[in-house]
C-alpha cells in the first residue's frame, strides 16, 4: 500500500499493490496496522456502507457535528467518481480548502477522510457502487450539508450540466452559514 498525503496534509490518497494476471486481480483493500502506520494512529471503523448512483448523481457535501464526526475511508468497486473532502475545522490553516480525486474501478485508489472534512462525490461514469468505512455511527440529528455549489469554496466538479442533487442536499447552506 502507498499513502500519499494530499495538499491538505490529513487527507490521503491509498493506493493498494494490485496483483493482476489473465485471469484477474488480487489486492488487499484494507489491512488495519498499514493504515494505522501510514495515518499515525490508530483508526477505528464501527460501520461500513455501500451506495450506488448513476451518472451525474452528487451527493454531499456531508459531515455530522462532533461527538457524532465521522472519518471515513472511501472507495469504488464499480464506475468512477471524482471525490472531494473540505476543510471545515476552524482552527486549521486550510480551513475552507478541498482537495479532489477521481476513484474509480480500474484506478482501485482510496481517500482517508478524517473527522472535520466535509464529504461529497460526482458520478462520471455511467453507475458507481461506493464503499466506505466510518468511524463513527450515523447520527440523523447530528447530520449536516454544505452546497456543493459554495461559491466561495469553488469546487471544481466535472459534469456541471448533468448535475442530480436530493432534495437535502439541494438545501444546503454555504459554508460561512454552516453550523461547524
Known sequence: MQATRLDIPDVMLIEPRV???????????????QFDEAVGHHVEFVQDNHSRSTKGVL???HYQLPPFAQGKLVRVVRGEVFDVAVDIRKNSPTFGQW???????????????PE???HGFVVVSEVADFLYKATNYYSPESERSIAW??????IAWPLLEEVVVSEKD???VALNDAEI
Open 149 to 154: 455549489n459554495d461559491k466561495d469554496l469553488k
Open 19 to 33: 496483483f493482476g494476471d489473465e485471469r484477474g486481480f488480487f489486492f488487499e483493500s484494507f489491512n488495519q496496522r
Open 59 to 61: 451527493r454531499g457535501l
Open 99 to 113: 482537495v479532489g480525486e477521481y476513484l474509480s474501478e480500474d484506478n482501485k485508489k482510496q481517500l482517508w477522510i
Open 170 to 172: 439541494a438545501m444546503a
Open 116 to 118: 472535520g472534512f466535509a
